[in-house]
């Protein structure tokens, strides 16, 4: 049945056309776009992958055009300035403007519901303090740390080279180098990309092990050492988990794998590259915290510390009991949010798995200063970190620095189009199409990187002096409140518990109590 509608069609139309050719040799030239337009709505017909198409023939096929350019409508024509996603448009127009170097003020006030329940605001002070004129740093670096670091209060968080073009790291990291910040490489290996413009590097080591993995896939010492020697390398971490996809691994197809990344990666050029949910050299909270000493030790005394999406409470008491017992502890934890972005990654992972980052830093901080370890150990939060506000939230909310991805892709052109994993980018941030990647102007982008960086910290600090404090040790829960009702506004020292020092050692109160007496040095407990 379906050969012999296909094969009428065919006649019908060749008999169009013959007819056609008869009467003038010219009158096909108008006749080619209807006579086509025949053949498809006899294929739609015949077809039995669309159901859409073997009721509408033809005229079905604008159904698919238009769901493929659904996130360009959705983003330019619809949406309203506030709920995109995301990022909204408020936000990736503030990025933009201050990373152009352009006014970032709007007119007529918010466009925010601040009655709606969730809405979080900073309390402003009636005595404001003067904007600092000069920043302050933050310095990492434990009592096992020879060769400390003073990190910016906001910098570039982890991307590695692959999942963004050579033009793009060259950008972000010249950014940081006249900027005066830190670049995470992500766990993708040092390129020369990194190296190239002399920004400061924070080395990411994931499960793969790229850069410093031997043949079989594990951890080479001697390359490590190597490499993290190299004077642009400030700072070395160790990732565990990332935000967007805490708890699986990650795939390079290897058409992906071209000769520059198989050198970076230290893997074979062409084949499809796994890195593994769980890392050879450790499986006890024990071991983790060694295997950070050994790092440490390797790298020359440099900074060393691990990212995490914070998951149970009681397998990260179980780390603090372990830096307790071997006396040694990293120098810095970079706790990623469940809201932090990805090339790719499961929607069930992306939307439901793993905690967000003001709960997951809250407990981190306070995990710290119960167990006395926060006087020697930093945070960085990291997960949609991009206007000077989300920064002083941080800050509150317990870390001592911030990192942005998204925010800083922004800077370089990122247009928020979604396209990151399929090697399309449309202009030039994720892909290694170098036709594609031209398109990014890397002097260009660099002094952009350089100027968000700076502008939002400068937001930040004119926050912070609003608020009545010119450092963020001065910051405290109770200067930000949340609606948690149409009638109710609560501070964040009432929201959540916050320990002081020591007091996991000393008696918990009940709501930590079963967590840390079941936390176990030997074991991630569940």
Known sequence: MRTGLVAAGVLVAAGAVGAALAVSPWWWVGAVPFLA??????WDLVQRRHSVLRNYPVIGHARFLLERIRPELQQYFIERNFDGRPFDRDVRSIVYERAKGTAAEEPYGTEVDV?????????????????????PRVRIGGPDCTQPYDMALL?????????????????????????????????????EYHLR?????VWEVGTGY???????????????AEKAAHANVKCVSLKLSQGAKPGIGGVLPGAKVNAEI???????????????????????PRELVRFIARMRELSGGKPTGFKLCLGSRGQFLSVCKAMIEEGTAPDFIIVDGAEGGTGAAPLEFADNVGTPLTEGLITVHNALVGAGLRDRIKIGASGKIATGSDLVKRLLQGADYGNAARAMMFAVGCIQAQRCHTNTCPVG????????ARALDVPDKTERVRRL????????LQIMAAMGVTDPAELSPHMLRRRTDPQTVRAYDELYDWLSPGELLAEPPASWAADWAAADPDRFTI
């Open 115 to 135: 009655y709606v329940p969730g809405h979080e605001f900073l309390v402003p002070s009636m005595a404001p303090r003067p904007v600092p004129e000069q920043p």
């Open 197 to 201: 413009p002399g920004g400061d590097l």
């Open 453 to 460: 960086q700076e502008s939002t910290v400068a937001s930040a």
């Open 210 to 224: 790229f850069g410093c993995r031997t043949r079989d896939g594990d951890f080479d010492a001697g390359e490590f």
């Open 155 to 191: 910098n570039v968080s982890a991307m590695s080279f692959g999942s963004l073009s050579s033009n793009a790291i060259l950008a972000l990291n010249g950014g940081a180098a006249a900027g005066g910040f830190a670049h995470d490489t992500g766990e993708g290996g040092i390129s």
């Open 429 to 436: 941030v994720t892909t290694q199409d170098p036709r594609r």
């Open 262 to 284: 198989a050198r970076v990666r230290d893997v074979p050029q062409g084949q499809t590259v796994v890195s593994p949910p769980y890392h050879r050299v450790f499986s006890t």
């Open 37 to 42: 337009l025949a053949l498809l709505g006899v």
